[in-house]
């Protein structure tokens, strides 16, 4: 186990982790193998176990996880589950926040992470910080991550060296929900390149060449990215399990991306597009089907890779 005092040399505080699924479970083990202290609590038991085995604490509530933490770090599925755990039964809310920080990994919306910020500071004091997450389960288990954050600058940097062990890229974007709205420009440009990128392979396959050679064709020109890599081969070898997100969470996010283009008079054609395409990939492969699924849109037979 690492030393705590060198894994941050402004003191070890303790730390919880709510919200343990494709990506809350490989952060928080992260944060136990750089030798923190930490605390998780999960709605479903089952996924709090092997985290226990590994070396965290067992909380009973959220409300038991922040009276036992000085930062809490949060990664759960939409706003509604953050209000849940926040303002419900036993939820963080009914602890005393006074010092302490939430840090919250969830993709939101913008007014949504404003609004949870300001009513918890009310309620016992916490501050906040809204730190959507980027880089998928594999960066999750890699601690590759790329964080964009918004809060207060001093509650940046005070939570900085524990983020660092989950991710690569920890950039402070501005005040709250500066973070999501950073994630939303995010999205457009990933959702787009996986309908984009499923376009292209569909074609190569139609058109008779081997598309697990696209990757490598065109790495260092112009089309290369880390989805071009990243994807490609999985839309072509029916790779998605694990998923890499689930069509359902990026259509959520694009269907935001869309509110908050109508509310800032900002066109967004190719993300509105990428948005109905999920909307039928969650109609034909379903809510949590990975989102790379899309490729199967364009297939001739439906299940077809």
């Not at 038991?45 to 604490?57: I, M, Q, S, T």
């Not at 948005?275 to 490729?295: H, P």
């Amino acid at each position: 186990m690492a030393d705590e005092s060198k894994a941050n040399p402004q003191g070890t505080r303790r730390l919880g982790y709510l919200g343990l699924g494709l990506m809350g479970t490989p952060m928080a083990r992260r944060l136990l193998k750089a030798g923190y202290q930490v605390a998780v609590w999960n709605r479903s038991e089952g996924k709090v176990a092997p985290l226990v085995d590994a070396g965290a604490r067992r909380a009973v509530t959220p409300r038991d996880l922040l009276a036992n933490s000085d930062i809490v770090f949060m990664c759960v599925t939409d706003a509604a589950a953050v209000e849940e755990v926040i303002f419900g039964p036993e939820g963080l809310a009914a602890g005393s926040g006074a010092g302490k920080l939430v840090v919250d990994f969830s993709s939101i919306h913008p007014d949504a992470a404003r609004d949870l910020a300001m009513r918890l500071e009310d309620a016992n004091g916490a501050a906040w910080i809204d730190a959507p997450v980027s880089g998928g389960t594999k960066g999750a288990e890699e601690g590759t991550l790329a964080i964009m954050a918004g809060g207060e600058a001093g509650d940046i940097e005070r939570v900085r060296p524990y983020v660092l062990a989950m991710a690569r890229r920890f950039t402070h974007m501005g005040p709250v929900g500066a973070g999501q709205t950073t994630k939303l420009c995010n999205q457009v440009i990933v959702g787009c390149a996986m309908a984009v990128l499923a376009e292209a392979t569909r074609l190569a396959v139609n058109a008779g060449i081997d598309a697990n050679r696209l990757p490598e064709a065109l790495a260092g020109g112009f089309a290369d990215s880390i989805p071009l890599q990243l994807f490609v081969p999985r839309m072509v070898q029916g790779i998605h399990t694990p998923p890499l997100g689930h069509i359902a969470t990026m259509l959520k996010d694009l269907d935001t991306v869309a509110d908050v283009a109508q509310a800032t008079s900002t066109p967004v054609p190719m993300a509105s597009l990428a948005g109905q395409l999920f909307r039928l990939a969650k109609a034909a492969r379903g809510a949590e089907a990975d989102a790379l699924e899309i490729y199967k849109l364009s297939a001739a037979e439906r299940h077809a890779v």
